[in-house]
T-cell receptor, first 113, second 119 residues
């Protein structure tokens, strides 16, 4: 079953612009993670934010978490063509640590130069 | 980061045959691995949780007799698609949790995926 919903489903921007993707989830969580997937490839872990954190940064990535709204956002600043990929949020299944991750539907980001 | 190796990356088979996909943790021991399936332009759907030395736990709607999972060692889990049909054509991805110092970091590392095409 799908845990999260991302929006937008697809996003097209120019190099240098910022890209914001949102994710909503349904159950309580221990943490929320964002992954990136290039076409036809495996997933690359980007960032993990714990349920007691509200914001986290990693390079050009900024993630926020609002547990009261059960939502998270991923901001990529100063985007590059190489950022073109699909981005997924994921949470522990049923909020239980040590279980599988349940993924949202993903946002397909296209950055043109 | 931890490395998960998946093999083969691509496989084409005839309808009715069985295909085995291997997932190995190269530099760590994985007591639990997860198998996902991804159809084109869709998200990853959890198929089953593979536990070393015990039976896999399958998600609702996933046929355990069709998708055989074996986790015989701490570094290897295999998924066998039995009597494959064209509708089984998909991208299969395995993943494993990493424990550091006895603590589950919560992070999953993923294999590169195996694209199965059933003719």
């Amino acid at each position: 079953s799908q845990q999260g919903e991302e929006d937008p489903q697809a996003l097209s921007i120019q190099e240098g612009e910022n890209a914001t993707m949102n994710c909503s989830y349904k159950t309580s969580i221990n943490n929320l993670q964002w992954y990136r997937q290039n076409s036809g490839r495996g997933l690359v872990h980007l960032i993990l934010i714990r349920s007691n954190e509200r914001e986290k940064h990693s390079g050009r990535l900024r993630v926020t978490l609002d547990t009261s709204k059960k939502s998270s956002s991923l901001l990529i600043t100063a985007s590059r063509a190489a950022d073109t990929a699909s981005y997924f949020c994921a949470t522990d299944a049923g909020g239980q640590a040590g279980t599988a991750l349940i993924f949202g539907k993903g946002t397909t980001l296209s950055v043109s130069s | 980061g931890a490395v998960v190796s998946q093999h083969p990356s691509r496989v084409i088979c005839k309808s009715g045959t069985s295909v085995k996909i291997e997932c190995r943790s190269l530099d760590f021991q994985a007591t639990t691995m997860f198998w996902y399936r991804q159809f084109p332009k869709q998200s990853l759907m959890l198929m089953a949780t593979s536990n070393e030395g015990s039976k896999a736990t399958y998600e609702q709607g996933v046929e355990k007799d069709k998708f055989l999972i074996n986790h015989a060692s701490l570094t290897l889990s295999t998924l066998t698609v039995t009597s494959a049909h064209p509708e089984d054509s998909s991208f299969y991805i395995c993943s494993a949790r990493v424990r550091q110092g006895g603590t589950d970091t919560g992070e999953l590392f993923f294999g590169e995926g195996s694209r199965l095409t059933v003719l």
